[in-house]
């Protein structure tokens, strides 16, 4: 079964610095790989997807992530941080190539920003 | 267009007490899944409806069930509440079911559940 780590379960960066919220998978075939945001006291936004095609995807709030199979990575950056970025970060996973298997989420970093 | 709803938003519930939530899901959409958020355990999957039928289930006891109509709306239920219950029950709901093709999901606000 596939599955996802994110190091760091808090990370604080100034105001304007770059963020890099990192997030290894564990799967024998490159699955599909999400990136969620979930603000204080709501649900989970979707950031990005990654698929198939370009390795690097662009998400809405100026987020990327790039998916390195060498790694096994698909590490979320933005490249300067915003007041309004503070929010829990999720990077999820499910099988490529579909199947019955659910969303697996990763255990979370919470971003804080500091003034 | 509307996303995700989620009924109630807040509730206080008595331990051994049963409770129902309801969601309705993006129009359109026939799957919907519930997963249950707390500070620590994370983000559990419950279960997940395609067409009033369940075909996903996660590793939960049989207290927590749940139900698709055909209007796609769903409910979920927990009997015999216990303090560990307290927690975020989020539903989300996408077009297909399981992983097909990247299926994206989308969430709802969610429902606080407090067990006193």
């Known amino acids: 079964a596939q599955s996802v780590t994110q190091l760091g379960s808090h990370v604080s960066v100034s105001e304007g610095a770059l963020v890099l919220l990192r997030c290894n998978y564990s799967?024998?075939?490159?699955?599909?790989l999400f990136w969620y945001v979930q603000y204080p006291n709501q649900g989970l936004q979707l950031l990005l997807k990654?698929?198939?095609?370009?390795?690097l995807v662009k998400g809405i709030n100026g987020f990327e992530a790039e998916f390195k199979k060498s790694e096994t990575s698909f590490h979320l950056t933005k490249p300067s941080a915003h007041m309004s970025d503070a929010a829990e970060y999720f990077c999820?996973?499910?099988?490529f190539g579909g199947g019955n298997e659910k969303l697996t989420f990763g255990t979370g970093t919470r971003l804080t920003i500091i003034p | 267009k509307a996303g995700v709803t989620q009924t109630p938003r807040y509730l206080i519930k008595t331990r051994g007490q049963q409770v129902t939530l309801s969601c309705s899901p993006i129009?359109?959409?026939?799957?919907v899944s519930w997963y249950q958020q707390t500070p620590g355990q994370g983000l559990q999957f419950l279960f997940e409806?395609?067409?009033?039928?369940?075909?996903n289930k996660g590793n939960f006891p049989g207290r927590f069930s749940g139900r698709q109509f055909s209007n796609s709306r769903s409910e979920m239920n927990v009997s015999t509440l216990e303090l560990g219950d307290s927690a975020l029950y989020l539903c989300?709901?996408?077009?297909?079911?399981?992983?097909?093709?990247?299926?994206?999901?989308?969430f709802g606000e969610g429902s606080w559940l407090t067990v006193v």
């Open positions: 799967s024998s075939v490159p699955p599909y």
């Open positions: 409806y395609f067409s009033e039928t369940q075909r």
């Open positions: 999820a996973v499910t099988p």
């Open positions: 990654y698929t198939t095609g370009a390795t």
């Open positions: 989300a709901s996408s077009l297909a079911w399981g992983a097909r093709s990247g299926n994206t999901i989308y």
């Open positions: 129009s359109g959409h026939r799957s």
